[in-house]
């Protein structure tokens, strides 16, 4: 496994059509997550679930073959892949011949499993059906319509505050952003944080959450560091954070991290 500073991230890219699951480069959760002083004994429950939207092979006959790949990897495992790295991985997987479209599935989740140190569920869809992975924006009361009071450099628990009363709800903005931790660059998400227990004060969710702007971190530590403000800061009863951050480079990643029986629920999509 190696660190942030040694993946493909930021590096001039070589593209080969050359089947290579040592493309994959795995970077390690314990890290990261001391930094949260998270062990590895963890307050929750989740995964990391993938999208890759341009994937091919070759059958026997040398025809193009083409899916959608979903796939989603365990909280609980050693490693995170980097998304530049399965980019990688899956256009050298163009020009490679499978038997069947199961062979070709099962050796994409032996490569996931194998660098992340984990089982990794993947499915395939057919690209004609890709339309039906369409989903809706976070169901919950939006904090993007909500005055800025304050403006954080980066964010921290202790701009979190709680409110009156006991509420069971689920705050939601479509307007996060944080940065990649090796390149700088912009990614973009809608956060929804379900919870039960005491009032949290929405302004001050929103001023923390805008505090990420500038914040360098992959998409999974940003939930995780989420998760574990408001879990510390807020103690709920219930908590579940979800993030969808938008397609990059064909692929995009939907963590989520759970504790107790709340859930994300999405608003229905419209499929012309």
Request: aromatic share 8%.
């Amino acid at each position: 496994m190696g660190t942030p500073d040694g993946s493909p991230l930021g590096k001039a890219t070589v593209y080969t059509a050359r089947y290579d699951p040592g493309l994959l480069y795995a970077v390690e959760r314990a890290p990261q997550r001391a930094s949260l002083g998270l062990s590895s004994s963890l307050p929750f429950e989740g995964s990391d679930a993938w999208t890759a939207w341009e994937a091919q092979w070759l059958d026997t006959d040398g025809r193009p073959q083409a899916a959608v790949v979903r796939f989603s990897v365990p909280a609980t495992s050693p490693a995170i892949v980097e998304s530049k790295s399965v980019k990688l991985y899956f256009t050298a997987l163009d020009d490679t011949r499978f038997a069947t479209a199961e062979a070709f599935r099962a050796t994409v989740a032996r490569d996931l499993g194998n660098a992340t140190g984990s089982r990794v569920r993947v499915n395939l869809v057919d690209p004609r059906d890709a339309a039906a992975l369409a989903r809706g924006a976070p169901a919950g009361t939006s904090l993007d319509v909500l005055p800025l009071a304050r403006a954080y450099a980066a964010p921290s628990a202790a701009q979190l505050r709680l409110a009156q009363g006991h509420a069971d709800e689920t705050l939601v903005t479509e307007r996060f952003r944080s940065v990649c931790p090796v390149t700088g660059q912009p990614d973009y998400a809608s956060i929804a944080i379900a919870y039960r227990g005491h009032a949290i004060d929405a302004a001050a969710l929103r001023a923390y959450l805008v505090a990420f702007r500038h914040h360098p971190g992959f998409h999974e530590t940003c939930v995780e560091r989420i998760f574990v403000d408001v879990e510390r800061t807020c103690a709920p009863e219930a908590l579940a954070v979800s993030a969808r951050f938008t397609r990059r480079g064909g692929i995009d990643i939907s963590p989520w991290r759970r504790r107790g029986d709340v859930a994300i629920l999405e608003r229905p999509t419209l499929v012309q």
